[in-house]
Nanobody
Framework: QVHLVESGGGLVQAGGSLRLSCAAY????????MGWYRQAPGKQRELVAR???????NYAESVKGRFTISRDRAKNTIYLQMNSLKPEDTAVYYC???????????????WGQGTQVTVSS
């Protein structure tokens, strides 16, 4: 069984920074695409940033130039460095990963439990 564990959320003033981490634990054969999504109250979950196994990245237009996604393959971990935070970045941030377990021949999509990010004005 595989678990995604997020950390690093919290309360920050507008213009501040936070760094989120997401580590995958368990019987992992390989991990493909990994990414961060967010969901604000009353809104649908949306993609924030994602990174392929080859470290190609793409970002939502609203966070380009402010957020940076990175990946440590040895640790099965991704990070989201968030700078110049705005109140509209307030949301629960979820980690997502395409995982292939040792006892499986295919990838499946897994989600973390989410971490709250609150940006005050």
């Amino acid at each position: 069984q595989v678990h995604l564990v997020e950390s690093g959320g919290g309360l920050v003033q507008a213009g501040g920074s936070l760094r989120l981490s997401c580590a995958a634990y368990g019987s992992i054969f390989s991990i493909g695409l990994m990414g961060w999504y967010r969901q604000a109250p009353g809104k649908q979950r949306e993609l924030v940033a994602r990174i392929t196994s080859g470290e190609t990245t793409n970002y939502a237009e609203s966070v380009k130039g402010r957020f940076t996604i990175s990946r440590d393959r040895a640790k099965n971990t991704i990070y989201l460095q968030m700078n110049s935070l705005k109140p509209e970045d307030t949301a629960v941030y979820y980690c997502n990963a395409e995982i292939r377990a040792y006892d499986s021949g295919s990838y499946y999509s897994d989600w973390g439990q989410g971490t709250q990010v609150t940006v005050s004005s």
